[in-house]
């Protein structure tokens, strides 16, 4: 847990309104999400306000249904508000043509994801540059072997996925991720998958990610210990955030999904 120890130095701004010349990686403003109409409508972002300052790791979480996912496809431009802006590495996403999203997201975006997503039919290193290729760019190989090292593969690079564990496969996916450089790497369960020692090793290359280069990681969890990692973590509740710690332990965190998880009437029996 060394790694935690180092924040950098804007880890303590909180997700608060923000000025509007201030230097953020993800800018959320009354972001609201709803599917359907009339009496079926399904409101899953309820006008968030957020803001996430540049190098920081932040963890979403909240009970199932709460708006996690919907607020990872929006804040990264896979799905768009109903009403609102969003800002990634200060542009405005919100009304961008579907193809200068795509092309931003090859360029400016990493994603993790919990099933790793790699083309088995390709190499490690093949994987890894993939973003740059689809983003109509020369495959940079020195940079592959640099984030490879970074990631504990330098000598995976001719393997293909299956060749490698699950804990390599999702170094992998965090190479890729990383490879462009990106203002923001997203990660949707990244850990989900893997053993609880496997889990702690990928958690600590994002945390590496944040203090040493400067990434700035978002990422959606269920799980408490995950979510510690982080520089602060988000609660959301009804498509709304509910409450925010900044720097808790796992027992403070899986405290407060709990408080957040029981029906009132179940907090005032206690």
């Known amino acids: ?5 180092k924040r950098h130095e804007h880890a303590n701004a909180v997700a608060a309104d923000p000025g509007p010349t201030a ?10 999400r709803q599917y359907g109409r009339g009496g079926n ?11 996430l300052p ?6 979403i979480m909240g009970p199932s249904g709460s708006g ?23 542009t405005d996403i919100t009304g961008m ?5 795509t092309a931003l997201r090859r360029t400016r975006l990493g994603f993790v994801f919990q099933a790793f997503n790699l083309l088995p039919s390709l190499t490690v290193e093949q994987n890894v540059v993939l973003p740059t290729r689809l983003a109509g760019h020369r495959p940079d190989r020195h940079r592959a072997a640099e984030v ?8 995976k690079a001719r393997r293909r996925p299956g060749q490698l564990s699950g804990g390599q496969q999702q170094r992998v996916a965090i190479a890729r991720a990383l490879v462009t450089r990106p203002d923001v790497v997203f990660a949707d369960e990244p850990t989900g998958a893997l053993d609880t020692t496997t889990a702690a090793e990928i958690l600590g290359l994002l945390r590496g990610a944040v203090d040493g280069l400067g990434s700035t990681v978002v990422m959606v969890t269920h799980d408490p210990a995950a979510a510690a990692w982080a520089d602060r973590v988000l609660f959301l509740a009804d498509g709304s955030i509910a409450d925010h ?17 029981t029906p009132a009437y179940a907090r005032a029996a206690a």
Not at 23 to 32: H, K, N, S, T
Not at 148 to 155: C, K, N, S, Y
Request: some cysteine; aromatic content about 4%.
């Open 41 to 51: 409508t399904v409101h899953a972002l309820r006008g968030l306000d957020l803001a």
């Open 54 to 59: 540049r190098g920081s790791f932040t963890a």
């Open 148 to 155: 490879l090292a970074q990631v504990g593969l330098a000598d």
């Open 23 to 32: 230097d953020w990686a993800v800018e959320l403003r009354g972001v609201r």
């Open 97 to 101: 043509s579907e193809n200068k999203l």
């Open 68 to 90: 996690k996912s919907t607020f990872l496809q929006c804040a990264a431009g896979l799905d768009r508000p109903t009403a609102g802006t969003v800002h990634l590495g200060g």
């Open 245 to 261: 710690l900044e720097r808790a332990s796992a027992q403070h965190i899986a405290a407060r999904m709990t408080s957040l998880t």
């Open 1 to 5: 847990m060394g790694l935690r120890k």
